[in-house]
């Protein structure tokens, strides 16, 4: 009896691990018969580029503001007392060095601010 009952319960976890997929969205397609099949979608993770990009702005923006708001020669002071930190702050000070894209951002800001 309990011999029986085996090729159900295989099939029932098949059913449900299928199920379980489905969840994530299902593609349907047509075969040659008509029968319209669902299969489950193939996950395939991506690399948030919009999420990236909008961080990479922000922080432009932010170099930008605080180069127009301190002025270059403070700016300057502030990054070369970060290189003389520790590893971290070597690292912040490379990031924080002025390029032509903040002294362009931070022009912009102070003709927009006064």
Do not use: C
Not at 6 to 32: E, S, W
């Amino acid at each position: 009896m309990a011999q029986a009952n085996v090729p159900f319960d295989k099939r029932l976890k098949r059913i449900v691990r299928r199920h379980d997929r489905m969840a994530r969205g299902v593609v349907k397609t047509v075969n040659a018969d008509g029968l319209i099949v669902a299969r489950p979608r193939i996950y395939k993770p991506r690399f948030p580029l919009k999420g990236l990009l909008a961080l990479i702005i922000t922080g432009f923006l932010f170099k930008g503001f605080l180069f127009a708001y301190l002025g270059e020669a403070a700016y300057a002071d502030r990054v070369t007392s970060l290189q003389q930190g520790s590893m971290m702050e070597q690292a912040g000070a490379w990031v924080m060095q002025a390029d032509p894209a903040t002294v362009f951002i931070s022009g912009a800001i102070q003709n927009i601010l006064p």
